[in-house]
């Protein structure tokens, strides 16, 4: 009954094809980003390539436009994926009790909301050469999107970079909003979130938290708070997985 | 201070991956906490939300069509559209608008 280690890794490569053409789209309006931190088509391609993350990345960018120290870096990196800590731990059940370890290491490397979902909706046991196999396609897409959203980036028309770099943001609205529909407890944190950020750009105390900063505090606040308050049953913790 | 970019690259690449590494070799069993998985189920949504707005507004030309993206984006992941089609509409739309305004 169980499929060879090729079969998985072709199996999990095919899956991976519709994944990475869409971050090759996305990862073009991240190299934009990147482009007005002064980074090279390579250092784009590089850190796309090490990080596969889109609001992970773009929270670290933030940092960086605000020379934040390495230290507050790291600490914006744990808060924006922190989701990951979460997806993880749950991937973490899916490999046999014998699986060597040196697979959860490489596993581990690129572990993203897609993937994820690729991965939990195997039945059974997960072999990680299916994994392998998805990563291929989605991390040249998403790390040759960066390089060319950088290159691209200077050669097209203001008004096309202007239209292209919203699409990062039209994919956070388009993660958020699905469970914002379902939860009344999402919808009211995320409109909270909308309203305190933009308060922290205007109020004339807040205004000098860096972007970096914001971000760390206000969801260490609103969540530590939404957690306190509406702590998640047992079977919805899980749902927004996909 | 503005450090080499190689560094702040190798600082997120480190990070992130100690991140995704550590509950998949550490956590072998569910995080038994409820104020814990909590806290990691709201996460992702306060994040993303205080990364969207205000900076969809000016990361466009014309704020206005910014605005208008984030309107029309909430608009169909409201009505179920997925991650690509939202993106993709949310760049017409700031193309359009950009052309008149």
Redesign the interface.
Not at chain 2, 5 to 9: F, G, S
Not at chain 2, 19 to 25: D, M, Q, S
Not at chain 2, 44 to 51: D, E, F, G, I, R
């Given at each position: 009954m169980p499929e060879t280690h090729g079969r998985a890794a072709l199996r999990g490569f095919r899956d991976g094809l519709p994944i990475g053409l869409?971050y090759l789209?996305?990862a073009f309006?991240l190299g934009i980003q990147a482009k007005h931190?002064?980074?090279t088509p390579f250092?784009g391609f590089?850190?796309s390539l090490?990080?596969?993350?889109s609001?992970?990345?773009?929270?670290?960018f933030?940092a960086?436009a605000g020379?934040a120290a390495?230290a507050e870096?790291?600490l914006v990196?744990?808060?924006?994926?922190?989701?990951?800590?979460?997806m993880?731990?749950?991937?973490?059940?899916k490999f046999h009790p014998d699986t060597p370890?040196f697979h959860?290491?490489l596993?581990?490397?690129d572990?993203t909301d897609e993937i994820f979902g690729l991965a939990i909706a195997r039945p059974g046991y997960l072999d990680p050469f299916y994994l392998y196999g998805a990563f291929i396609l989605p991390l040249m897409g998403w790390s040759s999107g960066t390089a060319l959203g950088i290159v691209m980036g200077s050669l097209l028309p203001?008004?096309?970079v202007?239209?292209?770099?919203?699409?990062?943001?039209?994919?956070?609205?388009?993660?958020?909003?699905?469970?914002?529909?379902k939860s009344r407890v999402?919808l009211l944190?995320?409109l909270i979130?909308?309203a305190?950020?933009?308060l922290c750009?205007v109020l004339p105390g807040l205004s000098s938290l860096t972007g970096s900063a914001?971000?760390i505090v206000?969801?260490l606040v609103?969540?530590?708070a939404?957690?306190?308050l509406?702590?998640?049953e047992e079977e919805?913790?899980d749902d927004?997985a996909a | 201070?503005?450090?080499n970019?190689?560094?702040?690259?190798l600082?997120?690449?480190?990070?992130?991956?100690v991140?995704?590494?550590?509950?998949?070799?550490l956590?072998?069993r569910?995080?038994s906490s409820?104020?814990?998985?909590?806290?990691?189920?709201?996460?992702?949504?306060?994040?993303?939300?205080?990364?969207?707005?205000?900076?969809?507004v000016e990361?466009?030309?014309?704020p206005a069509?910014?605005a208008a993206?984030?309107i029309a984006?909430?608009i169909?992941?409201?009505l179920?559209?997925?991650?690509?089609?939202?993106?993709?509409?949310?760049?017409?739309l700031?193309?359009i608008l950009?052309?008149f305004l």
């Open positions: 869409g789209a996305v309006s931190l002064g980074m250092q590089l850190v090490l990080c596969n993350a609001a992970g990345e773009y929270a670290g933030t960086i020379s390495l870096l790291a990196m744990l808060v924006a994926n922190a989701r990951y800590l979460l993880s731990a749950a991937l973490s059940q370890f959860r290491l596993v581990a490397f572990v203001a008004r096309v202007s239209a292209l770099s919203v699409a990062l943001y039209g994919m956070f609205i388009a993660v958020i909003i699905p469970p914002a529909r999402v944190l995320v979130s909308f305190l950020s933009w750009g914001k971000v206000l969801t609103l969540a530590g939404a957690a306190a509406f702590p998640v919805g913790g927004r | 201070m503005r450090h970019m190689y560094v702040y690259i600082v997120m690449a480190v990070s992130i991956y991140i995704r590494a550590l509950p998949l070799t956590i072998r569910p995080i409820r104020f814990i998985r909590s806290f990691l189920y709201y996460v992702p949504y306060v994040t993303l939300a205080v990364m969207t707005f205000p900076a969809i990361a466009t030309q014309v069509a910014g993206a984030l984006g909430i169909l992941a409201w179920g559209a997925g991650l690509f089609p939202v993106a993709v509409s949310c760049c017409a700031v193309f950009e052309w």
